[in-house]
């Protein structure tokens, strides 16, 4: 009998650390968002790359946890539109520091079209 409690104990508390590792991710990348917004006007290039980074491994917990389908129909439109304003905020933030770069501005945006022509394998 007391094998059987143990047991029972034992799955609930994995259940329960699996539940708040999923919302802890969320959370991870609702906090990320809201600093992109009210701190990305003002990042450079190497405060970009950091939060990129940060944003790659908050990414990777959020695809492992619904890859084992433990988000709500809620939450995944949550963790789209999360996401979205990330990306987002990448974009504006590159192009408010490819402005900032006028002189080397040619190469740049070149560099920036072979890159996602090979994203996308366009030749």
Request: charged fraction near 25%; include cysteine.
């Amino acid at each position: 009998m007391k094998k059987k409690t143990l047991l029972a104990i034992v799955v609930v508390m994995a259940m329960m650390s699996s539940c708040s590792t999923s919302t802890s991710a969320l959370n991870d990348l609702r906090s990320l968002s809201n600093k992109i917004e009210a701190e990305g006007a003002t990042y450079g290039y190497s405060d970009w790359a950091r939060v990129a980074s940060k944003y790659y491994d908050v990414d990777q917990k959020i695809v492992k946890h619904i890859q084992k389908r433990e988000y709500t129909d809620q939450e995944m439109e949550e963790i789209g539109v999360l996401q979205g304003e990330c990306i987002g905020g990448f974009a504006k933030g590159l192009g408010q520091n490819l402005s900032n770069a006028a002189s080397n501005i040619g190469s740049l945006v070149k560099g920036l079209v072979k890159g996602i022509k090979e994203n996308f394998n366009i030749q």
